[in-house]
Each structure stands twice: as C-alpha cells, then as structure tokens.
C-alpha cells in the first residue's frame, strides 16, 4: 500500500494531490484499500499543503485584445502619492510608476518613460482629468496611439444620503 501511494503521490504529472483525489486514484489501482489507511499515510507525510488555496477560475471572463500591444492604465494611491499604474490586456505584464502628484504634465512625463520601455498601440483609461486633457491627447496622435476611456461620463454628482444604502 505505501508504495503504491508514493508512486501515485509523487507521480510528476499528478503530484501532490490532496487525500479524497489520492484515495480515488489508489481505488482504481487496488480496490481493497480504504480512505482511512490513505488519510493515514497523507497526514505522515512531510510536504503535503493542506491549506494552500484553490486558484478561482472564472470562465467565463475572458479579457484579451486582437492585438498584443494593448494596455489599460489607471493611477493608484499610496499614502496620498499617485502611482501610475499599466497592465497589458493580453499577457497580464504590469508597469508602476510613483509620482510626485496627478498632475498633467506629471502623467504626461510618466507615460512617455512608460511609452519608451514598452510598445503600446492601445491605450485604455478612465475619464479623470488626468488623462482626459489636451496634452495627453496630442501626445497619443503625435505616437499614433489608439485611447480609449472606460467609465462614461457621470452627469449627476453622487450625493452622499444619511442612510447605509447609498445614493
């Protein structure tokens, strides 16, 4: 029984499996084993992850661009600073920049350091000021890049009201 669960266990292509997969494997195999003498022999082993998290896969939420130079580009916060931040839509390849602040000509220089590391044709960002604003837009034509935003534009003003449920 043990070598049957080494081998199974330590097997390249299953490996590492948790004890209900284990037990099902070793069934096919030999069908007088139990899931209690599997259990056993799982908890005695050294390297076993029994509290590693399953990776969430969602299916049916595919992201990807027909062409691998698209980016999205958004600033983040930390501690009051800004942080340009760019992730490209196909390979999940990430850029972070931290700036001093938001302003115009502070993105406009942290975009063309950006533009000079990496090939952009595709440009996505949101509607704030800081990329919606004439230096940034004849910058894109001057580089021929495609900008899109992504949030429409919000008419009303969110007006915070005095219960939890929002506005």
């Known amino acids: 029984m043990d070598t049957l669960l080494k081998k199974l266990y330590y097997n390249p292509k299953t490996g590492f499996i948790g004890a209900q997969a284990l037990y099902q494997k070793a069934e096919e195999l030999d069908p007088k084993i139990t899931i209690k003498i599997v259990k056993e022999w799982y908890e005695n082993q050294t390297d076993i992850q029994r509290f590693q998290d399953q990776k969430k896969r969602f299916d049916g939420?595919?992201?990807?661009?027909?062409?691998?130079?698209?980016?999205?580009?958004?600033?983040?916060?930390?501690?009051?600073?800004?942080?340009?931040?760019?992730?490209?839509?196909?390979?999940?390849?990430?850029?972070?920049?931290?700036?001093?602040?938001?302003?115009a000509a502070t993105v406009l220089a942290a975009l063309k350091a950006f533009v000079h590391l990496h090939t952009v044709d595709i440009l996505t960002s949101d509607n704030g000021s800081?990329?919606?604003?004439?230096?940034?837009?004849?910058?894109?034509?001057?580089?021929?890049l495609?900008?899109?935003?992504?949030?429409?534009?919000?008419?009303?003003?969110?007006?915070?009201s005095n219960d939890s449920t929002g506005p």
């Open 61 to 103: 939420f595919k992201i990807a661009s027909h062409n691998p130079n698209s980016w999205q580009m958004d600033l983040a916060f930390w501690e009051k600073r800004p942080i340009l931040t760019a992730i490209n839509i196909n390979s999940r390849l990430g850029y972070a920049k931290l700036l001093s602040n938001k302003t």
């Open 130 to 144: 800081e990329f919606m604003n004439s230096q940034l837009k004849n910058f894109s034509k001057l580089r021929k």
């Open 146 to 160: 495609s900008t899109t935003t992504t949030n429409p534009v919000i008419t009303e003003p969110w007006v915070k």
